[in-house]
């Protein structure tokens, strides 16, 4: 009678008490330069000063556990984490992407993308880590923005477990793409292009002759004679300082920047180059020939008012401009995003005006170089993909596991202690043996379904599996 009543209690352990596995799922909502012009992409552009009210927005929505927020000059996607009424969760992010580009989410909608689920979305950002999906093929600094994005999120208590996993291994396959594949020879970069461009433009270079020696004109005598202001001290502005520390010919090099402690620091060891701060652009402007803007701050930093003094004929050293208006003119590069120059200022009689556009289609230039590279790169990022779903996938099966035996466990603890009147008057060494008698019995039932669950790992099943079992066992 006793062996009944325990048998009975064994088959109440899978019938009795329904756990539930809360399913969470990754989605990104974006837009970039594949879907959007620049004008938007500048509105709906995040800088360092509004991440925090971002977070705040965003994390206000019960279905959203997890944000990492990647804005860059060409793209602003939100990565997310969702519980399982996913589409309030991305019609909420939809909504703040709408807010920050000052538009109607009706207007937004044609040029948003969203990409749900943990292949897809892995497979997107392993791509843009390494530079697959850039304007420019390849580039760098994208890598760059995909840690500080994920670094800015953790500071921030937005980046948990399973976002903390997908960025990991998409700086791990940007890594492995730059470092395995040519895709990054040449510059690979908006600001390794930037001064390539500059010293086309000074020296009027045109058609593929030029292009063939486009490096040995930067790195040799493509600067020559001139004076220059670059404006920031952030990864944009050290990726072109950094250039400019390998061209010969400059005469001075002038880095301005909000924190003048932080410009000192970049040129400290650059004998030909001296920090400034944004005060002093008025007069710096009389003094160079050539102005680069590559900062991440939404304010204008020039105007045209601010040009009302500055003597453009005046610089009989500077040489033409390719395009522009006057022989001795000045060649500014706006790199900002929004951008830091007001456009009117391209009206000023002797001053040409470049945009990140024209740096894009620039670079583009390149790109017949490193499209030998681009197949063996696909070849990674779709490895890393694939490698990054079976750890995920595996990471599951525990989770299952985990949960299967605990509620064996609840059960089997909670039914012997209902059914402990029914057993008699047993004593202790007999109470013991038929817990372990339970504990073993439990054990023998799970065996096989767990066996199952650790198989799927390796199989092309592993989520419907997945799916059965929490049918079956009510997870």
Known sequence: MILLNILFFILCIFTKVRYKLITMSLAVVGLSYHSAPLELLERASVNNTELQGAFAYLSRHPNISETVV??????????????DEAGRGVEHIQKYLASSCGVLMSELNDRLYLLYGQVSVASHLFKVAAGLDSSLLGENEILAQVRDAWTAAKANGMSGHQL??????????????????????????????????????????????????????????????????????????????????????VNEIVVANRTKSKAAGLVKNITNARAASLDELGQILNQVNVVIAATSTSKTLLSVEDFANVKVGSRAEAGGINGAKGKDSMLILDMGMPRNIDQNVEKIDGITLLDIDD?????????????????????????????????????????????????????????????????????????????????????KLLHDPIATIKQSVDSSDDKNAVELLKSLFGL
Do not use: W
């Open 70 to 83: 990647l804005s860059t000059c060409l793209r602003v996607e939100v990565y997310a984490v969702l519980a």
């Open 164 to 249: 903390d996993v997908l960025f990991n291994f998409a700086l791990r396959a940007g890594k492995r793409v730059r470092s395995q594949t040519l895709i990054s020879q040449g510059p690979t970069s908006l600001s390794g292009a930037a001064i390539p461009l500059i010293a086309q433009k000074l020296n009027g270079a045109k058609g593929k002759a030029a292009q063939a020696n486009m490096n040995k004109v930067t790195v040799v005598n493509g600067l020559k004679d001139t004076n220059i202001l670059l404006i920031g001290a952030g990864h944009m502005a050290k990726g072109v300082l950094s250039t400019l520390k390998r061209s010969s010919g």
């Open 359 to 443: 740096l894009s289609n620039f670079a583009e230039t390149y790109m017949q170089n490193r499209l030998a590279s681009l197949a063996q790169a696909e070849i990674i990022v779709k490895e890393s993909a694939e490698s990054y779903s079976s750890y995920m996938a595996s990471r599951q099966m525990d989770d299952l596991i985990v949960s299967l035996r605990k509620k064996a466990e609840y059960i089997r603890d909670s039914e012997l202690k209902h059914y402990r009147s029914r057993l008699g008057n047993l004593d202790a060494a007999q109470l013991s043996a038929v817990d372990a008698l339970t504990k073993g019995l439990v054990n």
